[in-house]
Structure formats: C-alpha cells, structure tokens
C-alpha cells in the first residue's frame, strides 16, 4: 500500500530520462523533439492509469491516496501542500492559458533541412574525370578563384566574403558537410546552388550560386576533387 | 507506535503525490519554454540580431529626421554585410561590413533608419531595402527564380544621395529591376562624421499587393539590405554600382501590434476553470467518501 505510487512515479522519470537522455545517444537517432516527448510522457501516465485502474484492488491502491491528498482527509501537517497544489494548479493552467495566447515575440523559428535529396537524375553519377595529381590541382585553383571568398581559402566556409550570409556558407573540413556525401551529390548541390534547393531547404536564403550559369561540368568535377582532397576528407560511397 | 505507523502509512503517499506533481511541473515547463525558442533563426553570432522590430509611437514619425532623438527609442538590430559575391559581376571587397537598423511606426506609416559607417560622403553613395511581396517566397539575390520553388518578386526601396529620394521598385530576377508607376516611398539621408544614416518612409499598407509589401501589425516579414559605396578611383570610375555592393541575406521585420491584454484575459478564464473543476472534484470525492 505505502509503495503503492512508487513504482509509477519511477516509471514515469525513467521513460522521460530514456526519450531526453538515452534516444539521442542510440547510433543512428536523433534528439526527439519536445512536442514528441510530451506526447510519450502523456502516453505513459494514461497506460499508468489504465492499468492501476484495471482491478479493484490496484484501483484503491493507486488512486487512494491521491484521493485522500485532494479530500484532505487525515492530512495533519500536509494540509499545507496540499493547499499549495490546489493553488498551484490553477495557477500552471493560467499561466499555460497565457503562452498559448501571447503573441510570440521571436521571429518565426525555421527549420532548414540542410542536406535535402537531390533529384533523381543525379544519383549514383560518378566522377568521370580521372583522378589524377593534375585534375587535383586544377581543381584546388579553380576553388581558390571561385569558392574560396565565401567557403574560404582552408575549405573552412570562413571566406572573407561569408559573414553577411544566414545560412553560411558550408565548411567543408567540418566532418557533417561533404564528408557524409557523395560525389554526385556535390555535383547537383554545384550545379544548380542555393536556387537549386527543394523548399526544405529554404532556397531563398542560400547564397550557394548556381554554377552551371558560369562553370562547365568538366570543371566542377575536378574542384569537387580538389575540395575533398584540400579538406582531407573522402566522399561517402554505398558499400 | 501504533499512532506513528498509521500515520506515516498516510503521510508517505501524500509526499509522493506533492513531489509527482511538482516534477510534473518542473518538466513540463522548460520542456514547454524550450519549444518556443525560435531553433535556428539565431544568427551564427549571438551579438548580433535576427529582427528588426518598430515600436509604434504616438504623435509624428521621425520621417525627414535621420537624425531625430526619437530614434533612440527604437531597439537597434545589427546584421553583417558582405560584398557580393553571388553571381556577376561580383565585387571581392565592399565598404560597409555592418549595418544597423532602427525602425518605428505610427500605425499608419513606417519609417526605417540605416545605419552605417562610410569614410567619405560621395554623391553615387547608396542604400536599399528589400521585401517580399505577397504569400510567395523570393530568393535574396534580386528575386532570381528557384528551381524547385514557385518564387514571387521583391520590392525594393532605394535611395541615392545625389537624388536625395526615395524610390520603390520591383525585380524578379537579375536585370528585371523596373521602377514602379506608384511611389509610395520616401527617404532622406544625412551624412556626418563618418557615418550615413539614411530614413526611409512609407504608408504600412498600400493598395498595391501585386508590387509593394504590406507590413501587418504583429507579424512578422522578410527583409534584406543591401549599400553602395559610391567613392570614385582615379580613373573616376564609382567604387560600388549596381551589383557590386555590400548584401545581407534576409532577416525577420516586425511592425510591433498596439498593446492586447486577451491573452490575461483567457488566462483569468482558464484559472477560473481549474478552480471550478477542482472544487466539483473534491465535492464529489467527499460525499463518495461518505457513502
């Protein structure tokens, strides 16, 4: 009977320490979003009520001393709390009340999909220029010439012409940009720029220029191996 | 003994509910509070900002005053600026590497403030304010068309020192800028000390919705800048013209909403609520208990 809120109480803190804490750290997942953490927390408290409320015995259990704490009855010296919750749950409702009405005061938040999908005709294009000390270094001096001002000279997207763009521009020796993509990727990403972008990627924001208006394929091909090779890094190929 | 067991049997449950429901609260509310941070407007940089928001004030608009002590009510935002770089011709190198903006309204007109430090006044120096127009997205360069995105135009309000006006104007692409037939904007620019501070003014709401942006109360909308500098080398060629100028990408533009208390309002009629509910709760658990 005393432990009777225990083990429910413990459940409750063990999945939200699971979904906060534990979710992220599985290879492959990511944070879940608060909105979905909410949605399990208020999933796992329901399936606790179902089922204390399942036999008698358990009902009375459970809900008895949450009845008795609310009714007040035999409290002694916890009249005080329970006093306090009778006001605070008023209170937490109101306060709830006034954030879901209170026009907010940041600018939209946005969620940009930094590496959309890119079309199909550009998958599992391969780079058709030989790799080749020569093509290397071609390709590093074309990035000097037309890249490096935003993506900067050590590939690290610090160009002294980046700091006015929102996004900025991608730093290639950061290993979450081209290191996890593929050559073809690059290639589409090159070719057609920020205007390029399916609207995940909020393509009226990029400052990434569409290139194929300047640069013949051929080029971007060999500046796609100057990049992977000056940012040490190597595309991501299907095993 | 006997009294102690009894009593603790009761009082041990109660504890539990009071810390179960204060931990209900201290994860409800940072998980809640966290939910409204806005994720990924904040620039790379947190001093510098991501809006501009004009509060609104009574009595007249600074409109021909770049200068006015007014001003200094209005919130400064300041963006980063780059040369431009995007598409040709470029320029490596632009003057104005940070600007800042103020804006105010009066719920009829608007009136924006750049600011800027440029060291010699020259007559081709300039500035310009770019929007969106209507529900479509349009890429920050001139409007340029996406591929994947049914874009529409910007407006774009400029102003040129040697003009000494303002003038409101729309692209959808590079080489589409074209002069509107309606001018509905005007701007005003005063040099001292190094330093450009340019006002620009018009109505929140014109009838144009095809060319011009509509600025509602409250919300918020796109906005971008862009400043040229327009010193001349020796071979009196200007520095910065046309697409050779100091950008910024888009940022958030809000003309603040007159004071609303609905919200108290709801939340006077939510805590009303709960009590009610409580009260009939606790009632009805009463007389159960007495049955």
Redesign the interface.
Known sequence: ??G???T??IV??VV?LFCKFIVPIIPGSAPL???V??LY?MLTISGIGIFYTLSKESKDAFW????????G??????QA??Y???I????????????S????D???????TIHPAPPGEYAGLSNPVAKTPDAIQQGKGFYAAYCS??HGGNFDGKG???????P?PANFADPTTIAMLQESYLFWRIK?G??????EGM???S?M?RWEV?LPDEWIWKIIMGEYDGAHQSPRTWE | MKFMKH???????????????T?G?L??QP??A????????E??SASES??VSAPLVKGGLPADDPTAAVWNSAPQAK?????Q????N?I??ATV?DLSVRALHDGTNVAILLEYADPTEDADDAAAIEF?VGDK?????HG??????E?GPVNIWFWRNKDAKGVDMNAMGFGTLKTQEHQDVKAKGAYSNGTWKVVFTRPLETGHLEEDTQIPM?G?INIAFAVWDGKKDVSGAVKEKGSQK???????F?AE?PP?Y???Y??????????GF?FV??RN??KG?RA
Not at chain 1, 194 to 199: A, E, K, Q
Request: aromatic fraction near 10%; charge should be positive.
């Open positions: 009977m005393k009777a809120l225990v429910p109480v409750t803190v939200y979003p608060s909105s953490i909410i927390m008895g001393p949450i009845e008795r704490f609310l009714t009855d035999g409290l002694g010296g916890m709390l329970r306090g919750v009778l605070l749950f008023p209170l937490l409702v109101g306060w709830q009340t006034y954030n009405t209170a026009v907010s940041q600018p939209p938040g946005e969620n940009r001002p935003c002294p012409a980046a700091r006015g763009f929102n900025p057609k920020g205007v390029g972008l399916p609207i393509p009226w924001k400052a220029p300047e | 009593g603790l049997s009761r009082i041990v449950p109660n504890i539990v509910v009071g810390v179960w429901l931990m609260l994860i409800v998980v809640l966290e939910e409204k941070a806005p994720a990924s407007a620039p790379e991501n809006a963006f980063p600026m780059s040369p770089v995007h598409w040709p470029r490596l190198d590497k969106m997205k349009a890429h920050f360069a340029q068309p996406m591929l994947q995105v874009g409250g918020f100091a950008v910024s990408s888009w940022w958030n809000r909403a609303n609905t919200g108290y709801y939340a006077a009629i939510a805590v009303g609520l709960a009590l409580q709760l606790i658990l009463k208990n």
